[in-house]
């Protein structure tokens, strides 16, 4: 089956430490995104990519980082430099061409910093 | 992508319609509603989206006004299961350029008994 897979669903780990997120889609679309969720909070957008090897930021990149080497995958490194990274993480694909490029989004990682 | 202003929360009885408002006065000619709904702790779900003509799907209706200024999702039947957070969105669809996909804080839909 075609699909956006997140993993793990839950991580932890010690304050200081980098962490990478993994994102991975079978649907062949050419856009990836990741998104920051807060308890109660809408979700907001930290980089996105629409081809590989590129990638832009969204509207709270400080403190993330990103690469796209493969189409299939877009991984998100939290690093120490972010400040509040305990947080419920989403990625998303979607296809750039046609009418039909909603987004799909993953079951998401909540990372637990303590 | 066009900002869109939507209630904080709603409550519906089961069985009934829930109609969930949607201003995007900002909106260009070249941008697409979209709704998606979230629930609690899973990714967000794609809804239906529309560009000035109103739509249907098994899961909902959208009803877009004729100045696109503003939409209205219809869930026609509400049921326990509805009970999400719907978010409404604009962007550009088929650009070939991947848009920031930008979501607001969406309406908390309580469907009760």
């Known amino acids: 089956d075609g699909g956006i897979t997140q993993s793990p669903k839950y991580l932890f780990r010690k304050e200081g430490q980098n962490v990478t997120l993994s994102c991975e889609q079978n649907l062949n679309h050419d856009a990836m995104y990741w998104y920051r969720q807060d308890p109660g909070q809408g979700l907001r957008l930290i980089y996105y990519?629409?081809?590989?090897?590129?990638?832009q930021k969204g509207d709270i990149a400080e403190g993330y980082s990103v690469s796209r080497e493969k189409k299939e995958s877009f991984p998100l490194t939290v690093t120490s430099a972010q400040k509040n990274p305990t947080a419920f993480y989403l990625c998303?694909?979607?296809?750039?061409?046609?009418?039909?490029?909603?987004?799909?989004f993953g079951q998401g990682t909540r990372l637990t910093v303590v | 992508d066009a900002k869109t202003t939507q209630p904080t929360s709603m409550d519906c009885a089961e069985g009934r319609a829930a109609n969930l408002p949607c201003n995007h006065s900002?909106?260009?000619?070249?941008?697409?509603v979209y709704w998606y709904r979230q629930i609690h702790s899973q990714g967000p779900q794609y809804i239906i989206h529309g560009l000035k003509n109103n739509e249907t799907n098994e899961m909902a209706s959208l009803i877009i006004t004729e100045d696109r200024k503003s939409s209205t999702l219809i869930l026609p039947h509400a049921t326990l299961r509805d009970t999400a957070v719907y978010y409404c969105i604009v962007r550009v669809a088929g650009s070939g350029t991947a848009s920031k996909l930008t979501f607001g804080t969406g309406t908390r839909l309580q469907v009760t008994l």
């Open positions: 998303a694909s979607s296809r750039l061409q046609g009418l039909i490029t909603e987004a799909f």
């Open positions: 900002t909106i260009s000619g070249n941008e697409y």
């Open positions: 990519s629409q081809i590989v090897n590129d990638f």
